[in-house]
């Protein structure tokens, strides 16, 4: 039985202990206190019971932050980096004994500038902040449909390689 | 999609808020399709799981799998066939 409930990680309503296993999965580098967090997710969790944390790496996507920055962005958002492959383990260590990372790769092959457009548009609230003063949205998303378009026309695909891990902290 | 579509029209990105379309995510060419980043928790000694910050639960089906005990056999058919 799989019950959703909906709160702060940062202020969990379970009893110390209460749970076998835990996972984080993509979601730390959102929370507004990381440390209290990663508190909150021991204290819930069975004294020899398992926390997994997923996250990416600050060099995740490469290729497609490249093409970002060509379009008007001056640097990129903070955002992922707040709890990464490289900076979670300290996070973590604050509150696990024993915390080891596994690296994943993957990639994405995008055949349309479609979706590289879509996924702009779904990060506007991370992105806008960082366009060049004289860049609007709308050039922004304009350059990058344009971009897009054209590593398409030259290359069949947008491959970009995704690289992330996993946090195994007991 | 292909250029002087929607997508490359500034004039529709001024009134495009809602994105429903596809998105790179699922263009991923995943080496692990089997969530094998499960597996060094000890799911046979495990019961209550917490998906802190789940989303709409991409996690859910996998876990359930690993929760789920093997079928039932029942002890007293093979007892009293002994
Ligand atoms: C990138 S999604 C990851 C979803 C899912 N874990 C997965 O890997 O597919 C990040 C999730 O973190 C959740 N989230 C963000 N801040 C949170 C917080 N302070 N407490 C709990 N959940 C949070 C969001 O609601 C969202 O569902």
Redesign the interface.
């Known amino acids: 039985m799989a019950v959703p409930v909906c709160v702060d990680v940062a202020a969990l309503p379970f009893a110390e202990g209460a749970f076998d296993a835990v996972m984080a999965m993509h979601m730390l580098y959102h929370v507004e206190d990381i440390p209290a967090g990663v508190r909150e997710l021991r204290r819930v969790l069975r004294d020899d019971g398992t926390l997994l944390v997923s996250t990416n790496s600050v060099t995740s996507e490469r290729e497609f932050m490249d093409l970002l920055m060509a379009c008007g962005l001056k640097e990129l958002p903070v955002q992922d980096a707040r709890f990464s492959s490289e900076n979670g383990g300290e996070l973590l260590a604050e509150a696990f004994t024993d915390v080891r990372f596994f690296e994943e790769r993957s990639k994405f092959v995008v055949p349309d500038p479609g979706p590289v457009v879509n996924t702009v548009q779904s990060m506007r609230y991370s992105l806008e902040a960082h366009l060049a003063s004289s860049v609007t949205w709308e050039d922004f998303l304009f350059r990058v449909a344009d971009a897009a378009q054209d590593v398409v026309d030259r290359h069949g695909a947008l491959v970009t390689q995704s690289l992330s891990g996993v946090f195994v902290c007991r | 999609?292909?250029?002087g579509?929607d997508?490359?029209n500034?004039e529709f990105?001024?009134t495009?808020e809602t994105?429903t379309?596809?998105?790179?995510?699922?263009?991923?060419?995943?080496?692990?399709p089997g969530f094998s980043?499960?597996d060094?928790?000890?799911?046979s000694?495990?019961?209550?799981?917490?998906?802190?910050?789940?989303?709409p639960?991409?996690?859910?089906a996998h876990?359930?799998e690993r929760l789920d005990p093997p079928p039932f056999t029942s002890r007293r058919t093979s007892a009293s066939s002994a």
């Open positions: 999609m292909t250029r579509d997508f490359a500034r990105h001024k495009w994105v379309g596809p998105v790179m995510c699922d263009f991923r060419v995943d080496d692990d980043r499960l060094p928790v000890d799911w000694n495990t019961r209550a799981v917490l998906d802190a910050g789940c989303g639960g991409a996690y859910v876990v359930r």
